[in-house]
């Protein structure tokens, strides 16, 4: 079978500027997955490509298109139904993001998490958070305009309900990064609003220029986890050396004089170059203890090693 | 994660003129839609990337193949299943198109539509008719041979039943393009027949020099939709000027002394360049009255306005 | 729709040797296929577009992962569950294949089988075998390491079954290929154990100066097919001239005093050039007999003729 062997990082050519581009990028996991979470160690394989399209109109104007090999594009009843896709356009006015990309909230708000591993165990454990808000309880159809002034960024973002309880999310973030003597520090600010749950997520990043890195978090998340008025917050530290990055994060989720539900995870990568790195990932969830639910300490924990593998 | 950046409209070179390619080609749409066919006013967006293969043998014939990423390609129950993609060979002695394509009909007739909307309002009212016929009523696995002669083409189509049945679909189709005075005028014919039901479809365009376009059909259909001895008859006229198109259609299915189902669809897209249009449309089927069926006039109504976006 | 125009063969330029690249390639099926199997004498059409990747790491290790359109890649289950991907990493110390790849059984073995249908007739009649020893008994997601030295090459493999039963498959094989006075000769064999079933498979193959290549291939399959001590042996036949391959198989899977269930097949290509090749294939099961399952000789039976292109 004959084939078109096309290099990363290669401009093939253009007929103008305003033309249009295809991107195509890979992405493959091949290890070993394991922890009392899965029935037994096993082998752990995952591939996917994805396209990245672009272009410019006649008056500036950019625009694009991101689609992968997994989602599912049909045109699903009609076009009101997300398969995974994003699209947008943007210019000086600011950029308009629409399709099954992050509300205000998680876009705002920066993840604790660093480093990747095959199974995610790190960043998937009882105690892990990703600020993801009300982003998809009414659908998944999400439209979000940002924009940035300075080290400044702001977003607002809409997720219409289409069920008869007609619960429309809204949210609005805003961000700020800087940097202070050589420590690059990074503040967010993310709200959502359902007309029946209402959240908050404030999050705060540094990144020493010795290597490390802190990431902490902080949500309200009005009974969407574990029960009424409950909290999460979380820390995330990282350091990178050379080829290597280890990271180590905590997360808690707590109602006020009730339960809480907690976890921690461990990271490790090392950066083989051409785009190998080796991962090694480790999480649990101490779920567990008086105040806690559930009654074995530490009963839900994976990990995994292997290669992450970027084309 | 690296990427590969591939400009459109690049031939990255080639070992030989008898080499095969592969083309890559991405769609987009992006907007809102709504009307009462919907539960609400929505957030509409889709995207699909589509693959079109093409080779010559050493003794000058031309072959190709078109799948997209929603398309589903695996052999299913041995290739007699389709699964959306298409596939050709071509030469002197003509062409022959099989898989997911248009019977002998289709290919004759053209649709009286212009433009586009990302919801298809314009062109999927109840009134509307695409002369498919009776493509896809025997498995939807179509075999069609054309031969152009002139200003005039020929083809004819068949349809392989596979149920107990045994309705065989086979078509034949004959259409003509030729300028009258800078008019551009084109006429269409096909004809359908699968032992229980004999369809035919008449189709006329007119493109003015002025920017003007006339399209007319009609079409027996045999109770196919409405009832015995149903017919459909439609027109549709669009402008454009410069980036600008506009255009109306109009189409009604009738039964003679019984129902009549017809709607009308507006449509207007405006060209920013590079791919990006910004479309409009509107669709609305008069299911009421007399002789109609249904009782509640104009019910049924639908628009949406956004982009499309071609890579 | 604006297009990106590929050639098959063209590396388009690479930002230096460690970089990654993805290769598209594709291949589509059109023709008719019919026998007594199917219902009635159908066309068959078929496409499918593959993704490969790869890359080299800083330290000169070799990388990649292929999908296809047709694969599932996401990641069900966490990467836990197969859906067609491999992916491999390889360098001085051998290779590691992880994935939808063969057991190190059917690594070693080679198939009897040469030319291609469109339906596979030839290769998938009754009395066919693949090799497959116990792939796939365990899930699917196997591991293969494989290390060559001169003219032999062997392997060893594992697949962790997930289920209580907890049957794991390992297997192990070695090949050998060689040339004696312009014949190139081929031996395969593999082992397969699971703790209630091992299977051995023993191939070896000639490729003439004349054209003429003989597979001849046994299988010990330990009640995976038609009863008790089940055993298969084969035999291809096949002769390339100029553009024309025309070849025959015979396959019969027996138990000692017990029934036999044998069939044949017949294939020609006829390569055109440019990727196309036509292609015709036969294939009967002759499931009958005294010592044999079923009561009507050569009850089931196929055909196909058409194109297969590639590009």
Request: charged letters at 10%; zero cysteines.
């Amino acid at each position: 079978m004959k084939k078109i062997l096309l290099a990363t990082t290669a401009l093939v050519g253009f007929a103008g500027a305003a033309s249009a581009e295809v991107s195509i990028s890979g992405y493959a996991e091949m290890g070993i997955a394991g922890g009392n979470l899965g029935a037994v160690t096993q082998f752990f394989t995952d591939a996917n490509v994805t396209f990245s399209m672009s272009g410019t109109t006649d008056g500036g104007l950019t625009f694009g298109a991101k689609v992968d090999l997994g989602s599912i594009p049909g045109n699903v009843g009609p076009g009101l139904t997300q398969g995974g896709e994003t699209m947008y356009i943007s210019g000086s006015f600011g950029k308009i993001t629409m399709g099954d990309t992050d509300g205000a909230l998680d876009w705002a708000a920066q993840e604790i998490y660093m480093g990747s591993a095959i199974a995610d165990d790190h960043s998937s454990h009882a105690g892990a958070y990703w600020n993801s808000g009300l982003d998809g309880s009414a659908g998944g159809q999400i439209a979000r305009y940002e924009y940035s002034f300075g080290s400044f960024a702001a977003a607002v973002s809409a997720e219409i309900d289409t069920s008869i309880a007609n619960n429309d999310v809204f949210g609005v973030g805003v961000k700020y990064s800087g940097d202070f003597g050589g420590t690059k520090v990074g503040f967010g600010l993310g709200y959502q609003d359902n007309s029946v749950q209402s959240m908050y997520a404030v999050t705060a990043n540094a990144t020493m220029s010795n290597g490390i890195v802190i990431n902490v978090g902080y949500a309200d998340l009005d009974a969407q986890v574990i029960g009424a008025n409950d909290t999460w917050a979380g820390i995330g530290v990282g350091y990178t050396t050379g080829a290597l990055l280890v990271a180590a994060n905590y997360g808690s989720y707590d109602v006020l004089g009730g339960p809480t539900v907690d976890g921690w995870g461990l990271v490790a990568n090392y950066d083989l170059g051409g785009g190998a790195v080796v991962m090694a990932g480790y999480g649990t969830g101490d779920v567990a203890g008086g105040d806690e639910i559930g009654a074995t300490y530490g009963s839900d924990e994976s990990w995994s090693v292997g290669l992450g593998l970027s084309f």
